[in-house]
Nanobody
Framework: QVQLVESGGGLVQAGDSLRLSCAAS????????MDWFRQAPGKEREFVAV????????RYADSVKGRFTISRDNAKNTVYLQMNGLKPEDTAVYYC??????????????????WGKGTLVTVSS
């Protein structure tokens, strides 16, 4: 049974940094791309970042490019999202997600098969 468990959310001020973690279990972590999505109040869930199974390729939404960094530690079965220069518009529930297909790194919501329960990030102005 695949499980994704996020942690690291919280309340911060604009300009602060935060690092989210997602611990995965139940399958061979190093064979799967991993994604972060987010959902702000009243808005649809949106793609934030993706990383390939070996960490060699990353992709970001334009809204976070240059401020957020996705990384992974396959020895710890964990993917991270380092968020710098946070803005009030980054306020959202952040979800870790992954497809069921090995050696791919999709970015579409519809391609995600496994989801964590999310961690709330609130950025005050």
């Amino acid at each position: 049974q695949v499980q994704l468990v996020e942690s690291g959310g919280g309340l911060v001020q604009a300009g602060d940094s935060l690092r989210l973690s997602c611990a995965a279990s139940g399958r061979t972590f190093s064979m799967y791309g991993m994604d972060w999505f987010r959902q702000a109040p009243g808005k649809e869930r949106e793609f934030v970042a993706v990383i390939t199974w070996d960490g060699s390729i990353t992709r970001y939404a334009d809204s976070v490019k240059g401020r957020f960094t996705i990384s992974r530690d396959n020895a710890k079965n964990t993917v991270y999202l380092q968020m710098n220069g946070l803005k009030p518009e980054d306020t959202a529930v952040y979800y870790c997600a992954s497809s069921a297909r090995t050696f791919t790194y999709p970015t579409r919501l519809s391609d995600m098969f496994y989801w964590g329960k999310g961690t709330l990030v609130t950025v005050s102005s």
